[in-house]
């Protein structure tokens, strides 16, 4: 057999491991090379074997039944590439600590400061109502079963409702509560005729990250607690307790934008943030400062799609803008027959007195108008939902 033959068998062969005919191979390698072919028979003298198996390689993988799907999401995943910009976000925090350091606290803390209504799921027997004297929430106790399917109720329910942040008090329950991942993996463990953890977990694994998808895609604030495992060191002639790895499925801090260890001190040490004002900060008794500086950071940036993929409208540069969008929607809504004239400035007045951002509209902080702008965008749902509940015939 010549070269030549030996080279076209192989080509044969690799042709047909791609379900191409070889007869076409042969029609391509003879073509023009104005049309894209070879132009030559493809043992020519003026190409070297490299050269030609290289060449009827490339064109054997375009000639494929798939290669027209292959091209197009190619072109796809070319045409997807676009210049990176900072969007406007929802914060996404986790505060981790031992009994007694005070994540509870701090999370109503910045998440009041952040402003706008707060919701807090509290699985921890009542805990954050304790704070009610000082703080302003509404809240959902979740009790004996922890599946991680009533979260993902919980955070969706949130959401719907308008409130500008949610506290998840703790999401440790998700995981070593009743009803948790690790119950969820056990009784898959008991289910099996041959038992094997490992492969037990593939029950669990949908369900934690149906949580966290739901968390990472929720339209409002989110500030997560866990609890820490702990651990006691020796400090001089004292035993200090502290806080090590979270209570949580491991690499779950991943997906929150700023994580925050708490001490029994009560001082916050930043230990992962994409927030470059509080790379490496240690921060006593975290509240409105720490919000302060999350405002800022989240704010910055063109408008984003929110949770349920809608665009954002960019937020008012000023206060005086941000009064005029209210009248001017509060006009909207009378004309549209929603509201009585006034009656959306009212509700912002009211709400923004209940968070404690200003005694008055005029009076809002600057770093405080996207708050009042979502506690807006919730009022005005507050009231058409009431509108249409009236219209129904139902009991408002």
Known sequence: MTPGARRWAAVCMAARARGIDPLAVKELIHRPVERGGCGW???????????????????????????????????TIMAGFVKATKKQARLRMALVGPPGSGKTYTALA??????????????????????????????????????????????????????????????????????????????????????NPFVAWKAVTPHHNALVQAIVGCGCHVIATMRSKVEY?????????????????????YEFDVVGDLDLDHTLVVSKTRCRALDGQAIREPGAQLAAVLAKWLSDGVPAANGNGHKTPALPAT???????????????????????????????????????????????????????????GAVKALQARKQTQQSGAPA
């Open 41 to 75: 028979p493809f043992w020519a003298p003026h190409k070297t074997t490299q050269e030609l198996a290289d060449w009827l390689l490339r064109h054997l993988d375009e000639m494929t039944p798939d290669a027209e799907k292959r091209a197009t999401e190619r072109g």
């Open 110 to 195: 910045v998440a009041t400061a952040l402003g706008g209504p707060v919701a807090v799921i509290d699985t921890e027997r009542g805990s954050a109502s304790k704070y009610a004297d000082l703080f302003a929430f509404d809240v959902l106790e979740l009790a004996g079963d922890f599946h991680p399917k009533k979260y993902v109720e919980a955070v969706r329910a949130a959401e719907a409702g308008g409130y500008a942040c949610l506290v998840i008090d703790s999401l440790s329950h998700a995981w070593i509560g009743p009803g948790g991942g690790l119950d969820l993996h056990d009784a898959e463990v008991d289910r099996q005729k041959v038992k």
């Open 233 to 253: 060191a020796q400090d001089g002639h004292k035993v200090k307790k502290v806080g090590t790895a979270p209570l949580m499925r491991d690499g779950v801090e």
């Open 319 to 377: 206060v005086e803008e941000l009064r005029k969008r209210l009248e001017a929607k509060d006009k909207e809504l009378e004309a549209a027959g929603l509201i009585e004239a006034g009656e959306l400035l009212t509700a912002v007045h009211v709400a923004i007195n209940k968070a404690g951002i200003a005694e008055s509209l005029g009076a809002v902080p600057p770093l405080q108008i996207g708050p009042v702008y979502e506690l807006a965008a």
